[in-house]
């Protein structure tokens, strides 16, 4: 079933933004409002000059022109050229697969939320610009495999359901390495803190 990851994800991040998360925490109302309307609009589609979108992708979209718009030239042409690298493997990855599917060797969805997920964490350390980089790569990535599909008459929605799933895998993958990364790091402090602790009672 087209959407199943995307729907256990999706409901699971906005069932946490909004009875877990830390009402203090400034990021708390607009993830749970994007998550509840990228929920709502994944099944509806428009057409737009030649492409059949989901209005999902206009969510994304809307989120990713407000999360960049006050960024540095520097930080932006650099989340520029990390989410057009992700484009570029989104999209090969998509056209190998077309061309020849043997070499998929398990779950397409998986496969390509792993390469996304291995990406963004080699080109950004922050967890928001590896999220952003992410998400910006794989939309674009996916209307970039929608034009070329045009061209040959084969019609492919962007957004849709699957590239949804595959979008939802990424990103749950990436902030459990954020998680697992806060742990380490909170685990390194404790220890060298009772390192100095017991230093100083010796002197």
């Known amino acids: 079933m087209e959407g ?63 999360e960049t718009r006050r960024k540095k030239t520097g930080s932006f042409l650099y989340l520029f050229l990390s989410s057009f690298i992700i484009m570029l493997a989104y999209t090969s990855f998509l056209m190998f697969e077309l061309f020849d599917p043997v070499w998929v060797l ?31 790569g794989f939309l674009q990535g996916d209307i970039l495999f929608s034009a070329i599909l045009w061209k040959f008459n084969f019609p492919y929605p962007a957004a849709s359901m699957a590239f949804m799933d595959i979008l939802f ?23 060298i803190n009772q390192v100095e602790g017991e230093e100083q009672k010796t002197s």
């Open 169 to 191: 895998i990424s990103l749950g993958l990436l902030l459990a390495w954020s998680a697992i990364e806060t742990m380490i790091a909170v685990m390194s402090g404790s220890t």
């Open 4 to 66: 199943l990851y995307f729907y256990w994800l999706a409901w699971i991040g906005w069932v946490w933004t909004t009875f877990f998360m830390n009402k203090d925490n400034p990021l708390r109302l607009k993830w749970t409002i994007l998550l509840l309307a990228v929920i709502f609009a994944a099944p509806y589609t428009v057409e737009v000059l030649i492409f059949e979108l989901h209005l999902s992708a206009f969510t994304i979209a809307l989120f990713i022109f407000f």
């Open 106 to 136: 398990f779950d397409r969805k998986i496969m390509l939320g792993a390469v996304g997920f291995y990406l963004a964490v080699l080109l950004h350390k922050n967890r928001h610009d590896r999220i952003l980089t992410l998400i910006t």
